[in-house]
T-cell receptor, first 111, second 113 residues
Framework: GNSVTQMEGPVTLSEEAFLTINCTYTATGYPSLFWYVQYPGEGLQLLLKATKADDKGSNKGFEATYRKETTSFHLEKGSVQVSDSAVYFCALNRGAQKLVFGQGTRLTINP | DSGVTQTPKHLITATGQRVTLRCSPRSGDLSVYWYQQSLDQGLQFLIQYYNGEERAKGNILERFSAQQFPDLHSELNLSSLELGDSALYFC????????????FGSGTRLTVV
């Protein structure tokens, strides 16, 4: 079945550092890939998505590229801020199938 | 405000009791999903409804049930509650569940004591 594996957290960085959160997936066919973010005390919000190979999703300075050859969708940001502290979830779905989430990565940015 | 409304935001109840969680999807969305988020198990898919009919079922316990009404709001019923049912319960909606991101509500935090 479809599955998503994220790098284990927690991840702690200093402000303005470069961020990478790794995500790899297993799926048949060509799934759509997503990153969601959950700020403390809130629900999940869609951060970015990519629907086909080599697509790059981007939002709020975050980027992720759909790499079919490595079945990966790593999240990157060039310079993180304290306000980026949250839990980040990688996810996939295909067609009308339910969204499948990774286990989440907790990110803490220190000033 | 995401457009998906969940009530109540917090619920504290005793073991053995029954509770109902409510979700109103974003306007125009036909599909509703329920997820359980606990500290040690991440986000677990429970069940999906599309336009009033059950479409997919995940690891939902027999003590749990759900339905989607003609006005498209959905209710998740949890009965014979156990301490281990304490979690955040999220509802999400999408237009038709195809190739798109979901819109999540802010969740209901259930505490069973």
């Amino acid at each position: 079945g479809n599955s998503v594996t994220q790098m284990e957290g927690p991840v702690t960085l200093s402000e303005e550092a470069f961020l990478t959160i790794n995500c790899t997936y297993t799926a048949t066919g060509y799934p759509s890939l997503f990153w969601y973010v959950q700020y403390p005390g809130e629900g999940l919000q869609l951060l970015l998505k990519a629907t086909k190979a080599d697509d790059k999703g981007s939002n709020k300075g975050f980027e992720a590229t759909y790499r079919k050859e490595t079945t990966s969708f790593h999240l990157e940001k060039g310079s993180v801020q304290v306000s980026d502290s949250a839990v980040y979830f990688c996810a996939l779905n295909r067609g009308a199938q339910k969204l499948v989430f990774g286990q989440g990565t907790r990110l803490t940015i220190n000033p | 405000d995401s457009g998906v409304t969940q009530t109540p935001k917090h619920l504290i109840t005793a073991t053995g009791q029954r509770v109902t969680l409510r979700c109103s999807p974003r306007s125009g969305d036909l599909s509703v999903y329920w997820y359980q988020q606990s500290l040690d198990q991440g986000l677990q898919f429970l069940i999906q409804y599309y336009n009033g009919e059950e479409r997919a079922k995940g690891n939902i316990l027999e003590r749990f049930s759900a339905q989607q009404f003609p006005d498209l709001h959905s209710e998740l019923n949890l009965s014979s509650l156990e301490l281990g049912d304490s979690a955040l319960y999220f509802c999400a909606s999408s237009v038709d569940g195809r190739e798109g991101g979901y819109t999540f509500g802010s969740g209901t935090r259930l505490t069973v004591v």
